[in-house]
T-cell receptor, first 111, second 114 residues
Framework: KQEVTQIPAALSVPEGENLVLNCSFTDSAIYNLQWFRQDPGKGLTSLLLIQSSQREQTSGRLNASLDKSSGRSTLYIAASQPGDSATYLCAVKEGGNKLVFGAGTILRVKS | GAGVSQSPSNKVTEKGKDVELRCDPISGHTALYWYRQSLGQGLEFLIYFQGNSAPDKSGLPSDRFSAERTGGSVSTLTIQRTQQEDSAVYLC????????????FGPGTRLTVT
């Protein structure tokens, strides 16, 4: 059974700092990996989607990498801003097309 | 264009009552998914529909849960004889197809069973 783990569970950083969120998964037979952001009381906003054949994806200040063979992904956020404060979720899509989610990292960027 | 919409946004019901939650996917998206987010369990897959194929119901926690998708568009998740442990946020997502497409999520329905 696929298990997705996110480290750290919570992170508090000063504004302007670069940071890395980690995601690991136990079964490397995935189709893709998706990073989401969730604001309190809201739904999920897709940030980046990495297909299994890709190594990384970039969008603005965000960069996500995927090492499928070792079961790891990282989300790098450059020059963090208070507006980046949210819960970040990692999810893998495996056979059956369902997403399996990690528990998330709660990020707080202090101004 | 319009995103995934869900209704109601909040629902409070008494234990033992039935509830229906609605999801309107993005127009043209053939795949539709239901997930549940609860404090103790995180985000869990419930069911997905793809076109006219039989749905994958493997995530439904009990036979009190059912879902249907009419006309390949709107979907309804029904929970019969609600229990307190059903309290959660129910999220719907849609995508253009299955692999390798991105899933887009709605705002969710917060269900509270008293």
């Amino acid at each position: 059974k696929q298990e997705v783990t996110q480290i750290p569970a919570a992170l508090s950083v000063p504004e302007g700092e670069n940071l890395v969120l980690n995601c690991s998964f136990t079964d490397s037979a995935i189709y893709n990996l998706q990073w989401f952001r969730q604001d309190p009381g809201k739904g999920l906003t897709s940030l980046l989607l990495i297909q299994s054949s890709q190594r990384e994806q970039t969008s603005g200040r965000l960069n996500a990498s995927l090492d499928k063979s070792s079961g790891r992904s990282t989300l790098y956020i450059a020059a963090s801003q208070p507006g980046d404060s949210a819960t970040y979720l990692c999810a893998v899509k495996e056979g059956g097309n369902k997403l399996v989610f990690g528990a998330g990292t709660i990020l707080r960027v202090k101004s | 264009g319009a995103g995934v919409s869900q209704s109601p946004s909040n629902k409070v019901t008494e234990k033992g009552k039935d509830v229906e939650l609605r999801c309107d996917p993005i127009s043209g998206h053939t795949a539709l998914y239901w997930y549940r987010q609860s404090l103790g369990q995180g985000l869990e897959f419930l069911i997905y529909f793809q076109g006219n194929s039989a749905p994958d119901k493997s995530g439904l926690p009990s036979d009190r849960f059912s879902a249907e998708r009419t006309g390949g568009s709107v979907s309804t998740l029904t929970i019969q004889r609600t229990q307190q442990e059903d309290s959660a946020v129910y999220l719907c997502a849609s995508s253009l197809g299955l692999v390798p497409y991105e899933q887009y999520f709605g705002p969710g329905t917060r269900l509270t069973v008293t």
